[in-house]
């Protein structure tokens, strides 16, 4: 492994510093006096200004001098496309830097320490294999004061070895999902740009990620997963958030059948955890079984449980995979959206968990055959073409603009729906056809910050739809070391702003 290391200081200040330095070279305490004896008063002149003060390259008065030293030294860390920054800066004070492929072919990503400190640590990360990059590195408040490193990254394990073939131009710089190359519980992010897998991370060991174990990117800019009972959180470089293991047993939730510990979707909002578990009825394959939430804290403290059983009036007869919940999706107003794939049926449930009436459904949408047991939503399907219905829907979930999207799996397509819980209306406005004529279990239906809407089915093809329903970009996931992507990525996520 080649390590790569700093280019030193590279500081830009010229001309005399006097000992109350204010970026200018100008003494910040104008005294006019010329006398040349020894004075022993403590300087009884009232001044306005503080003598320890400078004025940035910004223009602000900073508190803090200009660098007298200023060093960068970045090492690699134990995954290829990772590494550490350490900062030296004298007087201590706020740093930043900066890190872009020598090459340009990358965005030019930033970081940032806060800290009143001499020594910073700051990471890179989002690197493409086998890439030079180059790293500037500043005070906050002394932009024009820089020093210089150059990294290269090497090849990550041969397992993980993937791309993105892309054809146009996306609105998004990255998207994550799952690595299927391997049955590994392993996420990965790709530059939609150059296609080049940016990060990876093993989430859980011995674990897998596919259709029933689910790994999602939450708005705290970390990665969250579930496989084997076990769920785990890591930050960008890899380091736990949170690890919860055996949490299945925590909650006495049942490991046997097909869909057993946890299963099918993860969600964090606001700090509170969201999973799905099985609860059977009767035993065997084909047991009677309803699917259940349970939310939780950061500790694996159990915060509230919804029971389909006790919150749905069951009709008479009701048996086998009753409901079968493929989505947890909650807003930012902390309500909850699930899929029921069985019932070809969406419902939201009052979210406020500290409430008595948490769990109570507020609304249902129906697909094709669905099922609601209460206030259902009336569809409008004039606008788009196609089937007047939806069928085994995955990937609910609410756009930017309030707008409910999912992926309507039996006829290969995403869609978007307003929606008027006032009136019960619901509006569907636009259809964006996957590759694929017809979609099989799990699938994305996401939307970019620009409002572009991302759909696939589970397989080796993301497409992309500009707001005008044109497709403004494409790729397909290739593993290196042969192999198509099976079962393929379950769910992408456009992650603007990462």
Known sequence: MRLAFLSLLALTACGSKDDDPTGDDAPSDADTDTDTDADTDADTDVDTDTDTDATGDTGSITGFGEPTLLEVACTPTDNALRFECTVDVEPAQPVELSFVRSDGLSVTRTAASADLSAEHTLPLYFMAPLKDYDVVVWATEWPDTTATASVATTLPPGVVASYLDVTGTSSTDLMGTHLSCTSDAIAVVYDTHTGDMVWYQQLVANGMLGYNDMVSFTEDHTVLGESEGTVAEVDLMGVDVMRLVNLDDTFGVTAG???????????????????????????????????????????????????????LPMPSGWGGDFLHTNTVFVDDAGDIYLSWLSLNTVVKLDGDWTSASFGTPQWYLLGNGGAGFGDTLTIDWSLVGGSDSFIDQHSVNLRDDGKLQLLDNLHGRGLVIELDETALTATVEAEHPTRQGSCGPQGTARTTAAGHAVVGCSGDWVREYDTAGTMAWEAEAVCINGGPFTPGASRWYPLDGW
């Not at 869909?259 to 964090?268: A, V």
């Not at 059977?280 to 159990?302: I, K, M, P, R």
């Open 257 to 311: 059948g097909p869909f057993g510990n946890f299963h099918h979707d993860i969600m964090k909002r606001n700090g509170v955890y969201y999973i799905i578990y099985r609860e059977e009825f009767s035993g065997g394959f084909n047991a009677d079984v309803l699917d259940n939430l349970v939310l939780f804290d950061a500790t694996g403290t159990e915060l509230a449980r919804w029971r389909a059983f006790d919150q």
